[in-house]
């Protein structure tokens, strides 16, 4: 840590009896103190490269802030400070207001960097996005990956630039009006490169286990300290405006306060629209209501509408029905599973979410996991079940809904290149990786065969963002279709409104009809999943709004849309007083 008259070094250790500090090739001993501390400060500033040396033996800083040389190099000292911030009277957004972008950003432009994702924030502006989600960034192994597998949770991820110009990044979307949320993994370390058990193993514990290792011992003061310091450095340091916590579920603890509760306590009490999403698919709303997180990505939304467009039954899509009837149902209830069992546990699953609103509920109808855990990567809309109409009538029901939505890079354009798992593990780890995904989703049909090898290089620049196809044929068509949707959503009184009890849903055979009303008047999305629909002769429970706001194809004529037809996999949205 810098301080006035060079940097201080300190750590913990319960089984170190001797701690020196490596600097420039000199080591210098770390003195002792009570309760397993050792520190020394030492007149070196940042730039200059260390390690640590417990008993001997050369050991890495679990809490280096960067490690330029991958996770078993040396760090570099950092000092945050010396950014120089342009926008510093940014104070966030409100999760009514956060249209997230989800994107990687090795994979979002050609040169997958920090100052080339920061050059494309105009266009993101200008599509109608509020909020950039950024996939993990904590230092993993190698040179590419998605993150979750990071190890070193201070250090943000050395290809894709230096911390200063993450720094840039987020002060250049804040020039925007472009909040940034970032994902962190607080449930597991990756399998290399993480160090804190040569320090201490008490940071970990057999009485949880997860998918991958034993659990986080989150009752051990420093463990905790460890995730809710990361937390905040990431809010303050680089004044990013929120985090997405990656697999709640796993985040096991028996403390008397939740290290979930604790870290939405600390991220509110610093003022500001700081917040806090949860991924976890037991559709828990205590998360909000008494953890106090202010939202959930909630994973029925994704399946129930999946499944209606490409009736797969593999897996977890196994208990989902498809359809117009299902997609009301999740509407009105904000998931499926309230308690009833979940048959791939065999337990129940869910509670009911009557006391949640709308925002808190994160929709999308892809994500990273939703593409990238499929074996070639493949979007929604390249399956060959989803036609161009019927992807762009899914997303125009996303887009007018009131829960909070989520695209994925290229989304927007209905991008033609896939998102495959990829990674640069040394050894045999990227072997143990690839069969391991193999096992993980042997159980889904699409995961058979076949895989691309994570750790080909080729897997890696499949998966970057085609931006030349933007402008042709239906991804043209596509992108024009969700910048009108996204303005829309900015600028209609109705759909602005946010509020859960303005949502009505339900459904004539195969037409889905979706209705919010408020003091504005009434807005009715309708989605044909059926056979072509002449409307007069449709029986709604309301009267059909006289004019049409706007057609999935790109009829946008402001006229009745009374006597217009409706074909297969054609949505509208209807206005009315």
């Known amino acids: 840590m810098p301080v006035q008259n060079g940097t201080l070094f300190r750590a913990w250790s319960t089984v170190a009896r001797r701690i020196e500090v490596c600097v420039n090739g000199q080591l210098t001993p770390m003195q002792a103190l009570e309760n397993g501390i050792f520190e020394v400060t030492l007149p070196v500033q940042a730039g200059t490269r260390y ?5 001997g033996q050369d050991t890495p800083d679990p809490y280096a802030r960067f490690l330029p040389d991958g996770l078993h190099g040396e760090a570099e000292i950092i000092d945050t400070r010396q950014f120089q911030w342009q926008h510093a009277g940014w104070h966030g957004i409100s999760l009514h207001e956060c249209v997230f972008y989800e994107l990687h950003i090795g994979t979002f432009t050609p040169e ?29 192994p190698g040179e590419r990956g998605w993150g979750y597998d990071g190890a070193a949770m201070f250090a943000p991820q050395a290809s894709y630039g230096r911390p200063e110009d993450l720094q840039a990044f987020v002060d250049a979307a804040h020039a925007l009006g472009l909040a940034v949320f970032l994902d962190v993994v607080y449930n597991h370390f990756g399998p290399d490169g993480n160090f804190l058990s040569a320090f201490s193993p008490s940071y ?45 579920q796993a985040m096991q603890d028996d403390s008397d306060k939740h290290i979930l509760q604790e870290l939405a306590e600390e991220v509110h009490s610093l003022g500001g629209h700081h917040l806090m999403l949860a991924e976890d698919y037991r559709n828990l709303p ?15 939304f994704h399946h129930e509408v999946r499944v209606t467009l490409t009736a797969e039954q593999d897996g977890y899509y196994g208990p989902f029905e498809g359809g117009a009837a299902a997609l009301a149902h999740v509407l009105q209830r904000g998931w499926v599973y309230e308690g009833q069992v979940w048959p791939l546990e065999e337990r129940p699953r869910g509670r009911p979410a009557d006391r949640l609103d709308a925002p808190n509920f994160v929709y999308f109808i892809q994500n990273h996991d939703q593409i990238g855990n499929r074996a070639s990567g493949d979007r929604l809309n390249h399956h060959p079940a989803v036609s161009p109409r019927a992807f762009r009538a899914a997303s125009t029901l996303l887009l007018t809904l009131p829960m909070t939505p989520l695209l994925f890079q290229g989304q927007e354009w209905a991008a033609s290149t896939p998102f495959l798992f990829f990674t640069d593990h040394h050894g045999e780890m990227g072997k143990l990786v ?76 195969d037409l889905l009809w979706v209705r919010r009303s408020d003091k504005h008047g009434v807005r009715l999305l309708l989605w044909n999943l ?13 009267p059909l709004p006289p004019r049409l706001l706007i057609h999935s194809e790109g009829h946008y004529r402001d006229e009745a849309f009374g006597h217009g037809v409706l074909g297969q996999h054609e949505a509208v949205l209807l206005a009315g007083p």
């Open 51 to 55: 390690h640590f040396v417990l008993d």
């Open 112 to 140: 997958g960097t920090y100052a080339s994702a920061a050059q494309k924030l105009p266009y993101l502006k200008e599509l109608g996005i509020t909020a950039v989600e950024l996939m993990p960034l904590a230092a993993f």
């Open 434 to 509: 690839s069969e391991g995904r193999k096992q993980e989703f042997g159980h889904f049909e699409g995961f058979s065969g076949d895989v691309p090898d994570p750790q080909d290089l080729a897997t890696f620049e499949a998966s970057r963002l085609n931006w030349d196809e933007q402008g042709s044929g239906e991804h043209a068509q596509t992108l024009a279709l969700y910048r009108d949707l996204l303005a829309l959503r900015r600028s209609d009184a109705v759909l602005k409104d946010s509020r859960r009890d303005t949502l009505e849903a339900g459904h004539r055979g």
């Open 204 to 248: 970990f514990t057999d009485r949880f286990q997860s998918p991958w290792g034993d659990g986080l011992d989150y009752h051990e003061p420093h463990m905790r300290r460890y995730i809710t310091d990361n937390a905040l450095m990431w809010l303050t340091e680089y004044r990013i405006d929120g985090l997405r916590l990656d697999a709640t």
């Open 530 to 542: 059926g056979a072509t629909i002449h409307m007069e002769e449709v029986e709604l429970p309301h």
């Open 286 to 300: 205590e998360l909000v209501t008494d953890f106090h997180l202010d939202g959930i990505w909630v994973d029925d």
